[in-house]
């Protein structure tokens, strides 16, 4: 069944949107593919108008500027027609196999509300953390800043013998989910600029009810940080930004005054070293 949306965000893209888009142009059961770039100038929109000018399914908004991944995942979202059921998040990083969507909507049919990821793996086959996650821990993430102990990772333990494994959070370089939920929760938070919008989605979803779970044997190549390896201080600082605005929507409230602004200054003084490194790679 043809009910699945593609929607790709796009940034200084160039160097795997091709392979991305001509994957997506294979898969089962793709009937839209939506393309949103945020204003790239590394000849990535020529790209997917060539794709564009080939395959009827595939639009592309083009951005004047950089209004951040959650706009314009929530931009791409809102050009889907009619008829369509499903949503799923690709980041143009992320090379699919073909059936790797119909694979994922099967699992994710029966479960009603859910908000389903793939088995990310890099270029040798190494699994990737991000795709099963904790919700961040900010106490715990103060008692490391403050040296009083090590911060715990935010990864999962993988349980193979699981087809779909229930976690907090998935990550957002891939996320399938039925187009009546994404709508229910208003789409992604546009507060967030980069980073943490997935953390939040997921959370939302959780609290509406929703399965949040990875396919563990649905795997995924994903060539991390494409678009971010030029602009270190831009993505560390949104990425930031982005705990902050996560901390503050959904733990402040229930924090004290003192604590919530001890986790502000972790945060920030987190910042440069993050930074430093983020550089030195």
């Known amino acids: 069944m043809q009910n699945i949306a593609a929607v790709v965000v796009t940034y200084r893209s160039a160097e795997t949107i091709d392979d991305c888009m001509q994957r997506l142009r294979a898969a089962d059961g793709v009937a839209a593919i939506r393309v949103v770039d945020n204003s790239s100038d590394d000849g990535t929109l020529e790209i997917v108008q060539r794709h564009a000018s080939a ?11 950089n209004p951040g991944f959650g706009v314009a995942c ?9 008829g369509i059921a499903w ?17 994922l909507r099967a699992l994710a049919e029966p479960q009603g509300d859910a908000l389903i990821g793939a088995d990310l793996v890099d270029d040798h086959g190494v699994r990737d953390g991000a795709a099963r996650r904790h919700d961040p821990d900010f106490a715990a993430m103060l008692g490391g800043a403050l040296g009083a102990k090590s911060v715990p990772k935010l990864d999962v333990p993988v349980d193979d ?27 992604f938070d546009e507060g967030y600029r980069l980073h943490a919008e997935d953390l939040d989605l997921c959370r939302r979803a959780r609290e509406a009810g929703a399965l949040v ?4 044997h649905v795997r995924v ?27 503050h ?25 993050a930074y430093l490194r983020a550089r030195l790679k």
């Open 221 to 247: 190549l994903h060539v991390r940080g494409v678009s971010s390896r030029s602009r270190p201080l831009f993505v560390e600082w949104h990425k930031h930004r982005g705990l902050w605005r996560y901390f």
């Open 213 to 216: 779970a990875v396919a563990n």
């Open 161 to 187: 013998s699981r087809a779909l494994q229930p976690v907090q959070a998935i990550s957002g370089a891939l996320m399938l989910m039925p187009r009546a939920l994404f709508v229910r929760l208003g789409g």
């Open 249 to 273: 929507k959904f733990e402040a409230p229930h924090r004290s005054a003192p604590l919530r602004l001890a986790v502000f200054a972790a945060i920030w003084l987190r910042f440069p070293v």
């Open 74 to 82: 929530n931009q791409g979202a809102a050009d889907v027609g009619e």
């Open 55 to 65: 395959d009827a399914r595939v639009r592309f908004i083009a951005n004047p500027d």
């Open 87 to 103: 949503l799923a998040f690709v980041n143009p990083d992320c090379l699919v196999e073909r059936d790797t969507l119909a694979r």
